[in-house]
């Protein structure tokens, strides 16, 4: 299986890779006294450079435990990949249902799609960024249907982190930005990502309370972004 980031620009990638359908028990964790330092903002999104954020990643020590054994305890994080869909001006959302993985989170809505790192994913670049890189792309395949040839660009923008719940103290966001060809359109193909909507920030700023943490982090830090602008 391959992964292969292309450089579109300075600061934008895109991601193409070939599935296999393989999974372990075992996730990719770090301690949280090794990757702390990455989300200089405790409670909200550290931006970083595409680049950057490899880099700073790929220095982590990976550790290596089965899926239960972090959930409730903080001293590792859970490194997650978490992708943004964005087309034009418009960013794809669900309602995380039943089947979703996180069950705490159930029934809030996420803009955020992705899952936990597997020990066997089978890629070539086996760094902490390529294999984060690697089960960004089968997730978003698994879940929704994306493809590379639907991807205009992929780059990774920064780090969430929320220190302020159970789910948050155990879990590090790796924030990653899709943008998608107009003619691309998702299909439902898990049981867990359901009502999926295309949505303006306008429209996910005045719905906000209704998102998960990361969700809500992100919506705010786009808004600010966007006004700044203006």
């Given at each position: ?31 949280r ?19 950057e ?6 220095k982590?020590?990976p ?8 959930e ?11 992708c ?10 669900y ?8 069950e ?13 790192v ?14 984060i890189g ?33 789910v948050g103290k ?32 306008d ?28």
């Amino acid at each position: 299986t391959t992964l292969h980031i292309s450089r579109q620009s300075s600061t934008h990638y895109k991601i193409t890779y070939r599935i296999t359908m393989k999974h372990t028990e075992s996730i990719l964790t770090a301690l949280r006294t090794e990757v702390i330092h990455l989300a200089s903002n405790i409670h909200g999104i550290t931006p970083y450079g595409h680049s950057e954020l490899e880099a700073a990643i790929d220095k982590v020590l990976p550790r290596w435990l089965v899926r239960h054994e972090p959930e409730n305890e903080p001293s590792f994080k859970q490194l997650i990949p978490y992708c943004v869909i964005r087309k034009r001006d418009k960013f794809l959302t669900y309602a995380r249902a039943k089947g979703s993985g996180e069950e705490r989170l159930l029934g809030n809505r996420s803009v955020g799609f992705g899952g936990h790192v597997d020990e066997d994913e089978e890629v070539e670049d086996t760094t902490n960024s390529g294999l984060i890189g690697y089960a960004a792309a089968r997730e978003l395949e698994e879940e929704i249907g994306l493809q590379d040839k639907d991807v205009l660009k992929a780059f990774a923008a920064g780090v969430i982190n929320n220190d302020k719940d159970e789910v948050g103290k155990v879990h590090l966001g790796i924030l990653i930005q899709f943008e998608v060809a107009d003619s691309w359109e998702p299909t439902q193909l898990e049981a867990g990502v359901a009502d999926l909507k295309w949505q303006t920030i306008d429209e996910l700023f005045e719905t906000s309370e209704s998102y998960e943490v990361w969700s809500q982090m992100i919506i705010s830090h786009t808004e600010r972004m966007l006004v700044s602008k203006r």
